[in-house]
């Protein structure tokens, strides 16, 4: 059995050099190292994977959520209703822009933004909500644009882990997720799963004039050399990352069932064991499959009942899995978003979430000895220590 990583980036690079190496090649004959024609190429492609009229590249996802959020013309003060339960860059941007980021709980099942929780948070002074797709399962789409239409409210999709989801909606049409909201934004992180090898993010939308305020701001608010129109930042995608991005579009699809196969195989093994939640893509299937097309597992992650949490994971370690805990402190409770109106009683869920939840190795490399030495390895442990 070969080594067990989290992220097996080196065997994935390994089956697609040979498109990968002479795509950065040509890059560097070019020269063309910013917004060069590899960036325009992936753009469009990327455009016509997703189904959305504009993909905008830029630097990094935390770069592309805060800047759909100054396209969208937000003022400091605005809230912003955000789930609990997720990475800070979510809620990091919000507090950036001087925006009121307004935290709430997730559901049990899904880890995702609670409407109800929504609901109950929407105040006068709301303008947006960034639900998230959290470990590539979709967040209920269609019962949170209706909220956003009713209160005339801006839908930003954090999309970072979920590129590649389909989103099937109340009347069974399907949409990748990002192409849904009024704007959305993703992660190239070497790690997601379509990750570049360095840093890179894109922002989504369907809409003309965001698409060209959003082309403006990520350029240093300009249009034309030297004509600064808005206020704008300098993140920009550049050409190597780019040609990677572009290599590996095609392999998306393929790369996501490969993760939904390994998913299946760790569902088989923890399934109905009285102490291990497995993940399902309920939350947008009610209930129809386990593992279906709107779930692309960026992580695949365990929910625990009595059981030692963070014995298991030295466990893990002291057998050489790698495993993650994602996330183990709420942001409600990190030090930079500390807020007198939360109440622990509003988290509940999310409370509970960072005690029990453990993540395994999951990538698209993933073998079948390596699922099955780390199944026995956890269902080991969970059974010797009952």
Do not use: W
């Not at 937000?74 to 997720?86: M, N, Q, R, W």
């Not at 941007?93 to 980021?101: D, H």
């Amino acid at each position: 059995m070969k080594k067990i990583q989290m992220v097996d980036l080196q065997s994935q690079y390994a089956k697609i050099k040979d498109v990968v190496d002479p795509s950065i090649a040509e890059v560097m004959e070019s020269a063309a190292f910013i917004n060069g024609p590899k960036v325009h190429q992936f753009q469009k492609n990327l455009e016509d994977y997703l189904g959305v009229k504009h993909v905008i590249p830029c630097a990094n996802g935390t770069d592309a959520l805060q800047i759909a959020m100054m396209g969208l013309g937000l003022k400091p003060g605005d809230e912003v209703i955000t789930a609990d339960f997720t990475f800070a860059a979510t809620v990091e941007v919000i507090a950036l822009l001087q925006l009121t980021p307004v935290l709430v709980d997730v559901d049990p099942v899904s880890f995702n933004i609670d409407v109800e929780a929504i609901k109950k948070a929407i105040t006068p002074k709301t303008k947006a909500i960034v639900p998230v797709h959290l470990f590539g399962l979709p967040a209920n789409m269609d019962a949170i644009m209706d909220l956003a239409k009713e209160h005339n409210l801006y839908v930003i999709e954090d999309n970072a882990q979920g590129i590649g989801a389909d989103y099937t909606h109340k009347d069974g049409t399907k949409t990748k997720t990002g192409a849904i909201g009024h704007a959305a934004s993703t992660s190239f992180f070497p790690s997601k799963n379509l990750g570049c090898y360095g840093d890179g993010g894109a922002i989504f939308t369907n809409d003309d004039d965001l698409a060209h305020t959003i082309r403006g701001i990520v350029n240093h608010g300009m249009y034309k050399r030297y004509h600064h129109d808005v206020v704008g930042v300098n993140s920009r995608l550049d050409s190597i990352q780019a040609a990677v991005l572009d290599a590996k579009l095609p392999h998306l699809d393929t790369y996501n069932a490969k993760r939904r196969d390994a998913a299946r195989k760790y569902n088989e093994a923890f399934n109905n064991h009285p102490k291990i939640t497995i993940p399902t893509g309920r939350d947008v299937c009610d209930g129809i499959c386990d593992v279906c097309d709107c779930h692309v597992f960026h992580q695949y992650t365990l929910n625990l009942k009595d059981v030692d949490r963070d014995a298991l994971v030295a466990h893990l370690q002291e057998n050489n899995i790698p495993c993650g805990v994602y996330y183990p402190i709420p942001l409600h409770r990190q030090k930079a978003y500390l807020d007198q109106r939360y109440n622990e009683s509003d988290f509940t869920v999310t409370n509970q979430l960072v005690n029990s939840v453990i993540s395994l190795p999951m990538h698209t490399e993933l073998e079948d000895d390596q699922i099955e030495f780390i199944t026995s390895t956890v269902l080991n442990f969970i059974n010797n220590k009952s």
